[in-house]
């Protein structure tokens, strides 16, 4: 990732201040869907910046270090060299990151070290993922404890019940303290959770509180709630990275995380930020696509093509 998000101090009259037309946000979004397509190797080299960006997930109660080595397998090469070459690709191509949960975080660095690929950031859930709903000496402590044991990004989670009851100063110093823990070398990612934001106004406002105490990015979901990442929701959280970087100075990066599971989805995500935006953010130090199934419906649009036929999803395998 590049530079880190210093913060600044809460600015309450700006967070309070915030309102969100509804109807508007709504039909910015739908008139993402009114641009001409991306077809033939203009959608397939969006598609490998799609891949670059992608923190390959797994987050399952059963995970294991299997499962983890083939994640890592994965991401380290995340698409066939024939495949590749066909493409016309120069030079290596891996996924954004690895996330893992805590516990697993040593078996990634150590896989992604034997792969020769310790280039591939692991990062990793915490402070009590997903629900968030555990003492902060603890949510503190999962993050120290992922650090120590080699996650350079740290995904944590915002306490819903400040958001919901408008407490921004508590909130702040909760991720304040957060960013603390991660130390001088992670970069912290924060989960808003907007399904369970209460309002567009709301995501607005946890994304500014979320920026002023330091977080490098800002990101959806957990992809455990009813509601994830949504495009209206998207438009709101990029225009409060815009506005952040106008006022403040500082390049925040977003994440969109649940339910992105095509190219279709990704494809739509990466027009949105390019919109709102700009090209700046459309690398993997400013924008990750948290995502388990997404790579294998991308490997099966660049297969069509490269060869003018599909594969079946069991073609490509996940390490």
Known sequence: MGERNPGCELDLGWVSGVRVNLGAVKRAAAGLGTHRALKQQWQAAWLLRAVTCIDLTTLGGDDTSGNVTRLCAKAAEPLSPDLLRALGW????????VC????????????????????????SVATGFPSGQYPLSTRLAEIRAAVEAGAREIDVLVDRGLVLTHQWGPLYQQLQQMKEACGPNAHMKTILAVGECGSLSNVYRASL?????????????????????????????????RDFHRRVGYKVGLKPAGGIRTAKDALSWLILVKEELGTDWLTQDLFRIGASGLLTDIERQLYHFVTGSYACAGHFSMG
């Not at 893992?100 to 990062?123: E, F």
């Open 90 to 97: 120069e030079g290596p191509l891996t996924t954004g990151a």
């Open 209 to 241: 509180v979320a920026m002023m105490a330091g977080s490098d990015f800002i990101k959806t979901s957990t992809g455990k709630e009813g509601v994830n990442a949504t495009l209206p929701v998207g438009i709101v959280m990029c225009r409060a990275i």
């Open 100 to 123: 893992v949960y805590p516990a697993r975080v040593k078996d990634a660095v150590d896989t992604l070290a034997q792969l020769g690929a310790s280039h591939v950031p692991v990062a």
